[in-house]
């Protein structure tokens, strides 16, 4: 059985989108972010990056150990190798595939993710002038769909000629470009695959997944609240935690 440690995020999504399209039964383990459940030890045991996605495969085909993973790319690698799906081999088409999932990891979700998390920042007076940071990261989004237009020139799909996993990683990152502040029309190559792939019904029910975890930050007390912000803000090594070295 296939148990993904999920939150509703664009990282989380991109391993829906594809379980879905797979069409295989999987379980999901909700890690609410917000809370803090991603720093829990026994998480850390399968994440110690202690972010999500991750993945646990406890019945896995080439042996009686389970395998876990974590990293959203290593994780849809893995799902498409073993399923023999949307991941061509062929060498040529193989790395078309592998070069965008890691140009996603690398660019596009970082860069993505810190232009929202300085836009949230600039909201508090007390973060100072963040100016520089929101032109560097708002330029740098502007720019990483200017390489998706690039990359899908003339191509249905980014990579191999097929739709694969490359797009499935990208797509719930690219799918917010109104959040973004972008002008979709600017890039009409990446407006065309969107409306595509957005019609797929895998990838609306991906997109769904997880929808009902949603949390309404007004119901929150003003202690609760206190402790997110500490827990999740200016974070640092997260220590061994006790509990595994009382366990070994």
């Not at 060498?91 to 836009?119: D, I, R, S």
Request: net charge neutral; charged share 25%; glycine share 8%.
């Amino acid at each position: 059985m296939l148990e993904l440690y999920y939150w509703p995020t664009p990282n989380g999504k991109k391993v829906s989108i594809l379980l879905e399209e797979l069409g295989v039964p999987y379980v999901l383990k909700p890690v609410h972010i917000a809370r803090g459940d991603q720093f829990h030890p026994d998480f850390l045991k399968i994440s110690p990056n202690n972010r999500m996605p991750a993945l646990v495969d406890t019945a896995p085909r080439s042996g009686v150990e389970p395998v876990t993973i974590f990293e959203s790319g290593a994780i849809m690698m893995y799902l498409a190798e073993t399923a023999g799906r949307f991941w061509p081999q062929e060498l040529h088409k193989k790395y078309q595939v592998v070069q965008w999932v890691m140009w996603q990891m690398a660019n596009q979700g970082p860069k993505f993710g810190e232009q929202g998390h300085f836009t949230r920042a600039a909201q508090t007076p007390a973060n100072g002038d963040l100016t520089y940071a929101l032109r560097r990261f708002g330029d740098e989004v502007h720019r990483l769909y200017g390489v998706m237009n690039l990359g899908l020139y003339q191509e249905r799909y980014l990579a191999a000629g097929e739709y694969t996993i490359a797009d499935m990683i990208c797509y719930p990152w690219a799918a917010g470009w109104k959040l973004r502040g972008v002008d979709l029309d600017e890039f009409p190559n990446v407006k065309r695959w969107l409306a595509e792939i957005g019609e797929r019904p895998a990838v609306r029910r991906g997109m769904a997944t997880g929808a009902e975890l949603a949390e309404d930050p007004e119901t929150l007390s003003e202690e609760e609240k206190t402790r997110r912000q500490k827990l999740l803000t200016n974070q640092r090594a997260t220590p061994i935690p006790k509990e595994w070295m009382k366990a070994g």
